[in-house]
């Protein structure tokens, strides 16, 4: 059988079609560079629906990302966005917040980039409530550099540097963030995603430090080393391992290998940011 | 007092404070910060006056944080600025390059101690000036300024903004302990006397905007966030557009360009002063504390009748290699205070050649110069 060529002359030509989040996005720098199956597309397509849905104008978006697979997001979506060095994307974007309190400033990256290398500045700044959303992909690995231990691997995964099985227990990201006073606290996988959606918009309308966690799979190295199959396997299995909880106390969120993933909104909550509290007590008489 | 940003007048200050005032003075209202020894005093005024200016002080969770803070201010639109020492500095350097990189308008203020390492904290030494000038990782060009005097703290400061601003980088203030630690008479002028480079904003529309594409002088103008321009700012290797390209035809013209809009614009950066050079045999090359120990050294020799001369570097990055190539020219050598075991004296050598004699006068750290060790380098040119 062969095929016939479209010449229906109402059928626009296929150039000129196009998917309805790209606006949102970096045309001209499309295709990306993630794999086929990576999370982080997913968590990048929620992003820019969310935006669609919050109260908040594109125009004042900014995107800070740091170094990492994740680190990429902001390369590819259609707002101001920065490109910081591994680990630092946080305090770049404080200082830009602080600076331009009107804009609404998101830092997308990884685990490895968030939690490890950036860790102090992560918890430093749910301490002080900063007015930033954070959004953390999360693959239990490092990517970029070709799949080694992160904060995150789950004990016994097999990562480049762990090629015996992970001993060292991983952070439970959400507890950490909360216990350090974060106001805002979700976690979701990327097969969740109209619920990852929704707290991206949530976060997107409130002002603190919104803290977003997403459960991404990665099947190239993360997958591939531990035997877990494909992305298909991977969406699989947070289909039948995923509890929603909403509300759980962090401290029960701690996730093992291949273990049940808690998911919901754990925190949300008000408490003035930094800027407020600045802007309030901070004045002196200069003297 | 609280309100005003540049205060006008008299002042007994320390060289710390009059460089956190001439930040102010220049319009910076962005700080942050981190505690060390002995730049605090910067830090602790920022806190003090930043508030009651409307502007943001904010201490840092560390040096990484408050180097990556500025940046990210700078591109919200805020004069910014930082201090630091040593160790600071260090931790500081992975992040001057993502400033460098991606040219972004910022001071920060480095009062040396001795080193390396924890070193002396409470104690002088001019150990940074290297790793000022390659510090960080890469090829780049910076500019460096060092006081001599908390006056010149304060000037040096504004300069240094203005610099930051026409040039598009980050601009380091090389102070030392000794400077940084002194009371001395600070005039500061009224503040419609002080001249300030404006922030070079496009005019273009998005659209027709390229956030990396050079005019004349090298230097790409900036635009505001929030107003629909949509730009990139990465890190990496990148074109005129912003948007990364990894490979050599990229990689050459915006690293050539990064380092030739400094050395090619070098002569309007270059400030030294320069003293009883017009007869001198022998020329001593300083900056900061140590100048003014050379100084009295040459107005010594002077008195013995040797024909000493003096060229203070201000503008210690770029090196103003034309002026010492001009004077080895007519010189019987130079002398080469520091305290460090020799590292602008290497320039000296450079620049000079090898038909003059150049005498490295060095200074472990921890104190400065006793004026014969200094003497003894001049005896040893003229004999």
Known sequence: MTTTPVTDPTVAPCTALHHPKDPMLREDRLPHIWCPTCGIGTAVSCFVEAIKESNVSEKQIVVVSGIGCTGRVAGYVQTDSFHTTHGRAIPFAVGLSLARPDLKVVVFSGDGDLVAIGGNHLIHTARRN????????????????????????????????????????????????????????????????????????????????????????????????????????????????????????????????????????????????FLDLYRSKGKGDGK | MSDQAVLTGEHFMTGDEAAAEGGLAAGCRFFGGYPITPATEVTECMARRLPGLGGIFIQMEDEMASMNAILGAAWGGAKSMTSTSGPGFSLMMENLGLGIMTETPCVLVNVQRGGPSTGLPTLVGQQDMMQARWGSHGDYEIIALSPASPQEAFDLTIQAFNFSEQYRLPVLLMMDESVGHMFEKVIIPPA??????????????????????????????????????????????????????????????????????????????????????????????????????????????????QKVGHLRLITCWPFPEKKVRELAD???????????????????????????????VSHAGGGVHAPEMIHEAVEEVIK
């Open chain 2, 192 to 305: 419609d006397e002080i001249k300030l480079t404006p922030r070079r904003y496009t005019k273009k529309k998005p659209g027709e905007y390229l956030p990396f594409q050079a005019g004349e002088d090298l230097v790409p103008e900036l635009i505001e966030l929030g107003k629909g321009y949509n730009i990139h700012v990465t890190g990496l290797t990148h074109d005129e557009k912003g948007y990364p390209g990894m490979n050599p035809e990229t990689q050459a013209p915006l690293v050539r360009r990064l380092v030739d809009k400094i050395r090619l614009n070098a002569d309007n950066i270059y400030m030294y002063d320069e003293r009883n050079l017009d007869d001198a045999e022998v020329v001593m090359v300083s900056y900061g504390i140590t100048s003014r120990i050379a100084q009295l050294v040459v107005d010594e020799c002077r008195a013995k009748g």
């Open chain 1, 130 to 273: 900063q007015n930033l959303m954070v959004v953390c992909v999360n693959n239990f690995i490092y990517g970029m550099t070709g799949g080694q231990l992160a904060p995150t691997t789950p004990v016994t995964a097999r990562t480049s540097t762990t090629p015996y099985g992970n001993t060292e227990p991983p952070f439970n990201v959400p507890h950490l963030v909360a216990s350090c006073g974060a106001t805002y606290v979700a976690r979701w996988t990327v097969l969740h995603i109209r619920r990852l959606k929704k707290a991206m918009t949530e976060a997107l309308n409130r002002s603190g430090f919104s803290f977003i966690e997403v459960i991404a799979p990665c099947s190239t190295l993360y997958a591939r080393r531990n035997r877990l199959g494909t992305g298909y396997d991977l969406m699989k299995f947070y289909h039948d391992n995923s509890e929603i909880r909403h509300g759980a106390d962090t401290r029960d969120v701690a996730m093992g290998f291949q273990d049940k993933i808690i998911v919901g909104k754990f925190v949300d909550e008000d408490r003035p940011t």
């Open chain 2, 330 to 360: 007519r010189i019987k050598g130079f002398v080469v205070p520091e305290i460090n075991l020799g590292q602008m004296v290497r320039e000296v050598q450079r620049a000079a050649g090898r038909n003059v004699k150049i005498i490295p």
